[in-house]
Every structure is written in C-alpha cells, then in structure tokens.
C-alpha cells in the first residue's frame, strides 16, 4: 500500500502529469463544493432556534466548519512542507504555500465568527482564554507564513525558510485542539469528536457534519485552483528567465 503511495506520489511529481490531473479534477470539486454547500445551507435552514441559544445557535454551522478547516489547513501546511523539505517533492512547497491563504481565512471566519456567537452567551466580543487565544496565535502563524513567502526575493530560500516556520509552528495545533481540555476555559469542549454519544442532538449534527463536509471540500477546491495557478506562474517564469539568458 505505501509503495502503491509512494508510486503515485513520483508520478504526479512532474508538473505537466499534476496539471493534467488538476484539470480532470477541478469541475467535478467544484461542483461537489458547491452542491453540498447548498445542500448543508439548505437544511441549516430549517434547524430549530436552540432552547437556550434561540436562533444564534446557527452561527455555529459556519463557526465550527471553520475551525476544524483552520486546523485542518494548518496540517495540510505542515505535511506538504514536510514532503518538500524531507523528501523533495517538488509540489510540496506548491500545495503549502497555495493553502495557506486559504487556511488564514477560515481560521479568520471562525474567529469573527467566534465572537459574534460568544458575546450573547458570554456578555462579551472577547476572552483572553485558551482556545481563543490559542486560535487567534494559529491566525498570526498564517500571517506569518505567508508573509515569509514575500519577504525572500530568492524563490528556493523563501521556500526552505518557510517550510521550516510551517514544521515550527505546527506545536500550536494540539494546543488548540486541546486547549479546552487542558485548562479551565469559557469554551465549550468538543460535542462531535465523541463518535459513541456526540453530545448534539440529530437535528444540529447532521447539518453540522454536511457543512464540515461542504468547507473541506471547498477547501480542496480552492486549493488545487491556487496550486494550478502557482505551477503556471513558475513556468512562465522560467520561461522569462530562459529568455533572458538568450537575451
């Protein structure tokens, strides 16, 4: 099985085969992105106001979705910079750098999110306690990152530089996680991950599960488009670098 991984990691290594791949894959993300947004909009929608909450309870069909893809965003970061670093594959640094972005900005929905479900239960924008601080810091590292990528003109060396700040930064991920199980905090602990009596009633999961699902997926999406349009701009660049040297 890893050797059947590993065979199809080397193949997909060359960009003219990734790209020949992305484009059979790009519509039919997309549209599964899509339909199951819709869908998880859809039944959203018709969810009952919570007993305590009232209607506020459905910022959290946005809020959690969000935040699982804040963790989720920052291990795909960590894993792809840990491929091209350990084991050169020379998309890794592509897939990293291309969901980063894309990851910075859930992990920002599920911060203003965040705040606007925590203030009528909590009577206040912001806390200083672990989960919140903790995901606000995770925001920071995306910043970070990105901003890394832009500030070394020398393509190989921002690469290297930030896939290191990626591996780094990855320790903040089990304290988010944990966060609310290791400290005393405003936030409540986790309701889905207890798979044996999540402590959701049917009506909040399943909606819950299909957005989690819609986000992962639109997540996906955005970041295959972005890793199509970055291994197109390094061969128009070496194209112009090809030029010049003939030039």
Same mark, same amino acid.
């Given at each position: 099985m890893?050797?059947?991984? +590993?065979?199809?990691?080397?193949?997909?290594?060359?960009?003219?085969?990734?790209?020949?791949?992305?484009?059979? $894959?790009?519509?039919?993300?997309?549209?599964?992105?899509l339909a199951l947004l819709a869908?998880?909009?859809y039944r959203v929608a018709f969810v009952p106001d *919570?007993? @305590?909450?009232?209607a506020t309870v459905k910022i959290m /069909? #946005?809020? #959690?979705?969000?935040?699982?893809?804040? $963790? /989720?965003?920052?291990? /795909?970061? /960590?894993?792809?910079? %840990?491929?091209?670093? #350990?084991?050169?594959h020379p998309l890794g640094h592509v897939a990293a750098r291309a969901a980063a972005p894309i990851g910075a900005v859930f992990t920002l929905i599920a911060l203003v999110t965040g705040s606007l479900w925590g203030q009528p239960m909590w009577g206040t924008w912001w806390v200083w306690d672990a989960r919140l601080t903790s995901v606000l810091v995770l925001f920071f590292i995306y910043l970070g990152y990105i901003a890394l990528w832009q500030a070394i003109d020398e393509p190989t060396r921002a690469a290297r530089a930030?896939?290191?700040?990626?591996? %780094?930064?990855?320790?903040?991920?089990p304290i988010v996680?944990?966060?609310? *199980?290791?400290?005393?905090?405003?936030? @409540?602990?986790a309701s889905v991950s207890r798979l044996a009596r999540p402590a959701l009633h049917a009506d909040f999961l399943y909606p819950l599960l299909i957005m989690g699902g819609a986000f992962l997926v639109l997540f996906l999406a955005l970041t295959l488009t972005r890793? @199509?349009? +970055?291994? $197109?701009? @390094?061969? $128009?660049?070496a194209k112009a670098n090809l030029h010049g040297h003939k030039g």
């Open positions: 890893l050797k059947a991984l +590993e065979n199809i990691s080397a193949f997909y290594a060359n960009p003219t085969r990734f790209m020949g791949l992305a484009a059979r $894959l790009h519509a039919p993300l997309w549209a599964l992105a869908y998880g909009l *919570d007993y @305590q909450q009232g /069909f #946005v809020h #959690v979705p969000a935040a699982w893809m804040a $963790l /989720f965003g920052y291990s /795909f970061i /960590f894993f792809a910079s %840990v491929t091209a670093l #350990v084991f050169r930030a896939a290191i700040l990626a591996i %780094v930064g990855f320790v903040n991920v996680k944990f966060s609310v *199980d290791w400290w005393n905090t405003l936030h @409540q602990p890793m @199509q349009m +970055e291994v $197109l701009r @390094q061969k $128009l660049r």
